[in-house]
């Protein structure tokens, strides 16, 4: 009895201390991982901030990583005991660093899912395994290896090897000056001496000096904590701007305010008759606004919509558009376009920008004229190309108990656009007249709302991450049926997305009213683009001129209301930069091709989209892209694709266009084919680019899905 008692004794002991140190094994991966993949990135990337949400979002990791060592650590004690070594002092320490590194393995193997090189990050944690085993048998072995086993330096091996894997996988990243070599010999280089100098030193310094066997763990939690106290030095906001003690000077000259919803297609908004109450804040600004039925983008894609919504100009003609394999993502704009925000510059507005979407980046060149641009950028909790980290198995756990949806947050919310925009419009000039430019994108993929517009809309489903709608879209384009739940769950946050973003655009309304700028300020409200959801195999954007593409939300606020009611005209995105200078008195220029909507159209008018093959998910018909167009007579759209398509709709019957009309109206047809025909032979001659953009943009691209 009393040998068993011993025995009962000793195995606690094990299963204790290695519980301790599996909590301190852990808690030095979970720092070293806040390092490489929140502050590195945080730090190191323009326009970042470490946002409230996503601490709170770290936070919540704490206890998970914290648990899981103590589970797996205990695991490991109780192994050492009854394998007979655990009278090697180094034996507990090493065993439980050996359960980190397993685990690390095990997400690995399972995650990887074809992941380029991801068999690097294997052998790197292999190469570990037989080092902990050694030290866990022998002492000896456990000295030779210096440092190497520790968990701190453990972790900053994998964890440097899968950045290294980041540097050298960035899909096109050569061809777009990228100096990955020199990058990954950097980094190669700083593997390789940490691993040198943890051997070194690590025997140099073995018994001279050491910490007791309880202050091992104990150090480790103090240190994961001050790496995960670091919100207080670097969270980007303390609370919403304060309203100024005096108003601004009201200028002579109206204020210009454009709005942009970025992807959000205008069936689903209840404004226009969509049974979901998404828009009732837009509903409000309706009443003092001009709502415009049938206004169509004049492109499926971010880069090229906005550069027409700027210049009044199609994407053949500005020249913002996918051209691969150069510009697979997007070419420059055409440098002697001019756009909104220049006019306006040089006739004294303040022009400032307010964006989440990357694409308002001087690289494209539509900031060109904003003399003020911001483009707040929210560290990733869960970084796109990590997908390594052990932080993504235990989200999966965590998501059994909370709502884990904002893990897959990618873009800055609406409400810190809002505080931006505010910050700026203080800060201009006394009594000059401004234009502002707002993009939100709350409604875009991966369709994570804020509580409570998450919950606004029955369907969502707490289990789906942004992983799993990826793979469920890659099925999906690939031809095969839309999966059960799919729709319920992204038609719920997408509409829950709109719905939060209207009540953002419902602050800026009230903000302007509080500061009597409302009356004196022309309100455009539009977005750049729709989505898809699996219509024609179809999803995102991007790949389309079908409606759920173009079909877009158009309101105008003139000064003092001159103008309202409802139009059911088609009308153009590439109309609202003439209609802006035209109600500030300016002459648009010469070659813009947007119409003035305060002057009527005389006689029927056609209007035109266009599509080129970007690096997004393609339906079948499409796998890599087509370059296609469409032209509207009202009621009729037709459509020609490189594909061979030619497609013939009446919109008025048939909005969804569900049933092809070129055999029934062939007349229609080849008239509509002829105009656009005649239109295309006009489209200028532009030369191929190649777009120099920076490491860090070309992730956040990938991560938004317009890179694959």
Known sequence: MRGMSSDHRALSHSILWGALYGLAAWSAYAATEVVFSSLLFGLTRPYSIFTPWHWQLTWLLVPAFFLAGIFTGAVAGAAVFFVGLSRNPAALECAASLSLVLAFIVQVVTAQQGQPGWYWLLFAGLGLVP??????????????????????????????????????????????????????????????????????????????????????????????????????????????????????????????????????????????????????????????????????????????????????????????????????????????????????????????????????????????????????????????????????????????????????????????????????????????????????????????????????FAGKNYQLSEYDLDAEQQDISGGQPVPPGYKNHVLSQYDGGIAYVDAQVGNVVRWLKQRNLYDNTMIVVTSDHGEAFGERSRVGHANSVYENLLHVVLMVKYPNSSKTGVKDQPVSLIDVSPTILAALGIAPPATTQGHNLLQPVEGSREVFGETFPCSVLQSPDCPRGCTARTVISWPYKFITSTNGKRELFDLSADPDETHELSAVRPEVMRQLNADLHDWMKNIPSLSRQKVQVDNDSLRRLKSLGYVQ
């Not at 210096?146 to 290294?164: C, D, K, M, R, Y």
């Not at 899909?171 to 990954?184: H, I, K, M, S, Y």
């Not at 980094?187 to 007791?212: K, Q």
């Not at 004229?369 to 965590?398: A, D, H, K, M, S």
Request: aromatic share 12%; hydrophobic share 45%; net charge neutral.
């Open 131 to 456: 080092v902990l085993l050694a030290s866990i048998q022998s002492s000896k072995w456990h000295r030779r290896f210096g440092f190497l086993s520790s968990p701190w330096v453990i972790s900053a091996l994998l964890l440097g090897v899968g950045e290294e894997l980041v540097i050298l996988e960035i899909p096109t990243a050569r061809q777009l000056g990228v100096p990955v070599d020199f990058w990954a010999i950097v980094m190669g280089g700083l593997l390789a001496l940490l691993v040198g100098t943890s051997v070194v030193v690590g025997r140099m310094v073995h018994g001279r000096f050491s910490l007791s066997a309880a202050w091992k763990p104990a150090s480790a939690v103090i240190l994961v904590l001050l790496v995960f106290g670091s919100e207080l030095l670097t969270s980007g906001r303390s609370g919403p701007v304060q309203a100024s003690a005096a108003e601004p000077a009201s200028s002579k000259e109206p204020n210009v305010l454009l709005i942009v919803l970025d992807t959000v297609r205008a069936d689903h908004l209840s404004i226009y008759g969509y049974p979901r109450e998404t828009t009732p804040n837009l509903a409000q600004l309706a009443r003092d606004s001009e709502l415009y039925t049938h206004a169509i983008s004049a492109a499926d894609f971010t880069l090229s919509s906005h550069a027409s919504l700027f210049t009044g100009l199609y994407p053949s003609w500005h020249g913002a558009y996918c051209q691969p394999p150069d510009a697979g993502f997007g070419r420059r704009m055409d440098e002697h376009v001019p756009t909104l925000a220049e006019i306006l510059d040089q006739h004294n507005y303040f022009t400032a920008a307010v964006a989440a979407n990357l694409y308002l980046r001087t690289d494209f060149g539509l900031s060109r004229g904003f003399q003020n641009v911001r483009i707040p950028r929210p560290v990733p909790v869960l970084p796109t190309e990590n997908w390594y980290l052990l932080r993504r198995p235990l989200r999966r756990v965590l998501s059994y108990a909370f709502d884990t949806a904002q893990f897959d947050r990618l873009n800055t919310r609406a409400e810190d656009i809002d505080q931006e925009l505010f910050s700026v419009l203080e800060q201009r000039p006394a009594g000059a007249p401004f234009f502002a430019f707002v993009n939100y994108m709350d409604a875009h993929f991966p369709y994570v709302p804020p509580a409570p517009f998450d919950r606004k």
